[in-house]
């Protein structure tokens, strides 16, 4: 049975709440002897949470009993200051992920639905960056994101670069 759950803003205090899901979303639970406070030490990774709040952060969580399993967020970077992936000024880059005993029970679907529809109101696009071998590539061109690059991702492997235009 899928669990019910509710999705609400990601306001300044849920910092914690992000890097938990950042560590997952750079698949860093799949390193041995990885944990949350490595994300936080990764300087391409610092720039996806800290100060929270910035204008142009939009995002959302996921509980499942008041308790987070998942997060989807954009965070725009400027200038010199680009994240995974080549973006203009003006097109957030997306994060997201679903503690992995809550994958698979539409928990991501959710999230992603509600920040396109509010990102279609403040952006022009979202772009993201994804393993190769990852599902939820699935997920993603299932909503309308298309390939518009490749690189070779922290760990030696393949990512994409995607975009969905609005």
């Known amino acids: 049975m899928k669990p019910s759950f509710t999705l609400r803003p990601v306001t300044t205090d849920d910092e914690a709440i992000l890097w938990q899901m950042l560590y997952y979303a750079a698949h860093m639970h799949e390193e041995a002897g990885r944990t949350v406070a490595d994300a936080m030490q990764n300087l391409a990774l610092v720039k996806y949470v800290t100060h929270w709040g910035r204008t142009g952060d939009l995002g959302y969580v996921a509980e499942v009993a008041g308790q987070p399993v998942g997060a989807v967020w954009v965070r725009l970077f ?62 993603y061109r299932r909503l309308g994101f298309v390939v518009v690059g490749e690189m070779e991702n922290r760990v030696g492997g393949r990512s994409y670069d995607m975009r969905l235009v609005f």
């Open 78 to 139: 400027a200038g010199e200051d680009k994240a995974y992936s080549p973006t203009d000024d003006v097109t957030p880059e997306l994060a997201i992920a679903v503690l992995p005993e809550y994958i698979g029970q539409g928990i991501g679907t959710a999230l992603m639905a509600l920040l396109i529809d509010n990102a279609r109101l403040r952006y022009p696009a979202v772009a993201l960056n994804v393993r190769a071998d990852n599902p939820a590539l699935r997920l």
